[in-house]
């Protein structure tokens, strides 16, 4: 059982902007920075965000991340169909000496 | 260019062992931490283990803890995972994912570099 909560699924047209929610707590979240993964079927997961909003050289600037307190959310504007996939955020956990991940979210591009 | 290939996976049955590898290239294998990662059919991502750079300290996931060693050979640029009493939630895809940052020293945890992971299954 996964600490770190996400919807499952969000939805929008294209080109329209859609956010992701990762909530945990003090001891994840809330004292360690946040990483986010792209994720397609039958393939290994992909970096899209790490420090919190940073993002890895070749990830367009559509990708962006934030964190507040013991939650980040993940932002895609401009939406496009090659976006629907599985997203996940990840950050260590101080207490449980681990890595966890959150419960994944399916985004849909209508 | 960073290369991480898995192998080892395979049909097991329940109670027996595994061994996973992780044949990495392209960088300087000594001086990263590794991460085995898993995925079961139709379900999200859960970490495994991660080791530090020169293999002094493991952490591991309470659910394989006490089953499963993660172990790394800096004069093969191989990772491993060893995997004993396994049982049917165990079946999933492996990867392993290299450490950037220091995950418990710095709070800054990600894998940009994962490979393509390897099957297993426990089943009788």
């Known amino acids: 059982q996964s600490v770190l909560t996400q919807p499952p699924s969000v939805s929008a047209a294209p080109g329209q902007k859609v956010t992701i929610s990762c909530s945990g707590s003090s001891s994840n979240i809330g004292n360690n920075f946040v990483s986010w993964y792209q994720q397609f079927p039958g393939t290994a997961p992909k970096l899209l965000i790490y420090?919190?909003?940073q993002r890895p050289s070749g990830i367009p600037d559509r990708f962006s991340g934030s964190k507040s307190d013991t939650s980040a959310t993940l932002g895609i504007t401009g939406l496009q169909t090659g976006d629907e996939a599985d997203y996940y955020c990840g950050t260590w956990d101080s207490s449980l000496t681990a890595v966890v991940f959150g419960t994944g979210t399916k985004v849909t591009v209508l | 260019q960073v290369q991480l290939v898995e192998s080892g996976g395979g049909v097991v049955q329940p109670g027996r062992s595994l061994r996973l590898s992780c044949a990495a290239s392209g960088f300087t294998f000594s001086s990263h931490g590794m991460h085995w990662v898993r995925q079961a059919p139709g379900k999200g991502l859960e970490w495994v283990a991660l080791i530090r750079y020169d293999a002094s300290k493991k952490w591991y996931a309470d659910s394989v803890k006490g089953r499963f060693i993660i172990s790394k050979d800096n004069s093969k640029n191989t990772l491993y995972l060893q995997m004993d009493s396994l049982r049917a939630e165990d079946t999933a895809v492996y990867y392993c994912?290299?450490?950037?940052?220091?995950?418990?020293?710095?709070?800054?945890?990600?894998?940009?570099?994962w490979g393509q992971g390897t099957p297993v299954t426990v089943s009788s």
């Open positions: 420090d919190n909003n």
């Open positions: 994912a290299r450490e950037e940052g220091f995950c418990s020293d710095a709070g800054s945890c990600y894998s940009v570099y």
